[in-house]
Nanobody
């Protein structure tokens, strides 16, 4: 069974940057399409970005507006989310997820495995 370990969250000032990482164990990451979601307290989890098995296709939520970049290094079994120009409203717990079958990558139901989440805090 694949296990995902999210890391890289922290406190950053508005306008700053963070790079989240998601390391996989127990499986080969290249077998999975990958996504990032985020969730604020009391709210539903929302889609942020996704990347295909090979990395050739990427997908982003509208609110990203070119500020975030998802990438993957299958040799390192790791997926990244580079977040620039962070805003206070980006403060959430961010989760990576792995999808074996792909499908609608913006939907939670498409994913088979989830990381434990990493907290991002953005001060204004």
């Amino acid at each position: 069974q694949v296990q995902l370990l999210d890391a890289g969250g922290g406190l950053v000032q508005a306008g700053g940057s963070l790079r989240l990482s998601c390391a996989a164990s127990g499986g080969t990451l290249s077998s999975y399409a990958m996504g990032w979601f985020r969730q604020a307290p009391g709210k539903e989890r929302e889609f942020v970005a996704a990347i295909s098995w090979s990395g050739g296709n990427t997908y982003y939520a509208d609110f990203v507006e070119g500020r975030f970049t998802i990438s993957r290094d299958n040799n390192k079994n790791t997926v990244y989310l580079q977040m620039n120009s962070l805003k206070p409203e980006d403060a959430d717990v961010y989760y990576c997820a792995a999808s074996f079958t792909g499908g609608l990558m913006h939907q939670e139901a498409s994913y088979d495995y989830w990381g434990q989440g990493t907290q991002v805090t953005v001060s204004s």
